[in-house]
Structure formats: structure tokens, C-alpha cells
């Protein structure tokens, strides 16, 4: 068995999904992706998974987590950044970006 602990990279996103999805649930039925995005479990994924490609990092990017493998296969992730450097106007400004690059009505955007 070989134990491995990296940084993720871009090939990450779908796990990073589920380790963000997972977490933000906290032990409870819905977390904070199924608040913000209840409509679509296909569309609440692909709006994490382009938050964490996103060119504009926030707590989301992929860069701020490493990754657990076993034999090549992630097990764990675990995220961090800095709070004075990575904020909630990060955060904005990537839900901006990915919004624009799905398309998000303004209707959409409001809710």
C-alpha cells in the first residue's frame, strides 16, 4: 500500500467537488451547495467544479488543497488558505466568473 499526500492540481476538480460538498454538509442532510444550488445536483456540481478551475482563486480554487491517495486513489482532501489574502470578495468575484461562463440569467443570479 503507498500512502501519498499532494497538492491537488486541475485534475482534481470532481473529487475537490466532493470534498467541498461533503464538507459544507457538516454532518447534516444539506450543506451549503444544496442551499445555494437546490434546484440541480448536475448543475450545483458543475458550478463547484468550475469555482475550483476558476482563474480567479478563491476558498474554492483548487490550489488551496492537497490530496490523500492510496495506491493513486484520492481518499482525502483537506482545504486551506489564508484569510487576509483569500476572502468572501474572492469568493464574489469567482461566483461572478463562473456565472458569466454558464450563462446565469440575471433572474438566475438572483435567486
Same mark, same amino acid.
Given at each position: @500500500? ?9 485534475? /482534481?476538480? %470532481? *473529487?475537490?467537488?466532493?470534498? @467541498?460538498?461533503?464538507? !459544507?454538509?457538516? =454532518?447534516? /442532510?444539506?450543506? *451549503?451547495? #444544496?442551499? *445555494?444550488?437546490?434546484?440541480? $445536483?448536475?448543475?450545483?456540481?458543475? &458550478?463547484?467544479? =468550475? @469555482? ?5 482563486? +478563491?476558498?474554492?480554487? $483548487?490550489?488551496n *488543497?492537497?490530496?490523500? %491517495?492510496?495506491? =493513486? %486513489?484520492?481518499? !482525502?482532501?483537506? &482545504? !486551506? $488558505? $489564508? +484569510?487576509?489574502?483569500? =476572502?468572501?470578495?474572492?469568493?464574489? #468575484?469567482?461566483?461572478?466568473?463562473? @456565472? /458569466?461562463?454558464?450563462?446565469? +440569467?440575471? +433572474?438566475?443570479?438572483e435567486?
Amino acid at each position: @500500500m503507498t500512502i501519498c499526500i499532494r497538492n491537488a492540481n486541475e485534475r /482534481d476538480a %470532481e *473529487f475537490i467537488v466532493w470534498v @467541498m460538498q461533503t464538507a !459544507g454538509r457538516s =454532518n447534516h /442532510d444539506l450543506g *451549503f451547495w #444544496e442551499h *445555494f444550488i437546490p434546484e440541480s $445536483y448536475n448543475e450545483r456540481t458543475q &458550478c463547484a467544479k =468550475n @469555482m475550483a478551475l476558476a482563474e480567479s482563486v +478563491s476558498l474554492c480554487h $483548487y490550489t488551496n *488543497f492537497i490530496i490523500a %491517495e492510496i495506491d =493513486n %486513489e484520492p481518499v !482525502g482532501g483537506l &482545504c !486551506g $488558505y $489564508y +484569510s487576509r489574502e483569500i =476572502n468572501r470578495e474572492h469568493f464574489r #468575484e469567482a461566483l461572478k466568473e463562473v @456565472m /458569466d461562463k454558464l450563462e446565469w +440569467s440575471q +433572474s438566475r443570479r438572483e435567486n
